[in-house]
T-cell receptor, first 114, second 110 residues
C-alpha cells in the first residue's frame, strides 16, 4: 500500500517559536496533500488542502499566516506553525491523495507548546 | 464543518463477537472509506467503496455502500483484541476533500 511519512512524530517547543512538520509520500507522487488537526477524543478536522506548485487552500477559520503550508514537490508538503502558543498544542496529521480518491495518512505529529 | 452521523459512538464486546457500525449523511457521496486509528497514530485505510450497493470484504471486515449513496456500514466478524481502536467512516463527494464521522471507539474484552 501507499506509504506516507510524517516527521517529527512528537515535538515540544516554547511559546513564540515556530515548528515545521514534514509530510512525504514515499512510494507515489501526490499532487494534493491534506493537513488535519485532531483534538483528543475528536474526529479529524481538515485545515487545508496543499497543492503542488500553488498556494494552499485553507478551510474557514484556519489562519493562513499562522499555519504556513508549502508543497514544494510531488512528494513533500510542509506545515509550519508560526509563533506557536499553548492553544496550538494538538495532533497534526497529513494525508496524500492517490488514484481513486483514496487518502493515505501519515502517523501524525504531537505538538506540545509550553 | 460538515460531519457524518456515525453510530454507535462506542462499543464494548467480548472477543469472538461480531460488531457493526454505520454512517449516514444528508449528502450524497461518490466514495465511502473506512479507517481505523490507534492511539497516537494516523488513520489506516481498511476498506474503500466506490459504487452504490457495493459490498466489499477485507478479511474479517465487510463494508457496504448504501444504495441511496447516503450511508455505509462496516461489520467486523469474530473480533480479536487487536481490533480495539477508533473506527472512522469518511465520505467523499465532488471534491477530493473527505468528510469524517465522529468515530466509534471499540473495546474488545479478551
Amino acid at each position: 500500500g501507499a506509504v506516507v511519512s510524517q516527521h517529527p512524530s512528537w515535538v515540544i517547543c516554547k511559546s513564540g517559536t515556530s515548528v515545521k512538520i514534514e509530510c512525504r509520500s514515499l512510494d507515489f507522487q501526490a499532487t494534493t496533500m491534506f493537513w488535519y488537526r485532531q483534538f483528543p477524543k475528536q474526529s479529524l478536522m481538515l485545515m487545508a488542502t496543499s497543492n503542488e506548485g500553488s498556494k494552499a487552500t485553507y478551510e474557514q477559520g484556519v489562519e493562513k499566516d499562522k499555519f504556513l503550508i508549502n508543497h514544494a514537490s510531488l512528494t513533500l508538503s510542509t506545515l509550519t506553525v508560526t509563533s506557536a502558543h499553548p492553544e496550538d498544542s494538538s495532533f497534526y496529521i497529513c494525508s496524500a491523495g492517490l488514484a481513486g480518491n483514496i487518502q493515505y495518512f501519515g502517523a501524525g505529529t504531537r505538538l506540545s507548546v509550553l | 464543518g460538515q460531519q457524518l452521523n456515525q453510530s454507535p459512538q462506542s462499543m464494548f464486546i467480548q472477543e469472538g463477537e461480531d460488531v457493526s457500525m454505520n454512517c449516514t449523511s444528508s449528502s450524497i457521496f461518490n466514495t465511502w472509506l473506512w479507517y481505523k486509528q490507534d492511539p497516537g497514530e494516523g488513520p489506516v485505510l481498511l476498506i474503500a467503496l466506490y459504487k452504490a450497493g457495493e459490498l466489499t470484504s477485507n478479511g474479517r471486515l465487510t463494508a457496504q455502500f448504501g444504495i441511496t449513496r447516503k450511508d455505509s456500514f462496516l461489520n467486523i466478524s469474530a473480533s480479536i483484541p487487536s481490533d480495539v481502536g477508533i473506527y472512522f467512516c469518511a465520505g467523499q463527494g465532488g471534491s477530493e476533500k473527505l468528510v469524517f464521522g465522529k468515530g466509534m471507539k471499540l473495546t474488545v474484552n479478551p
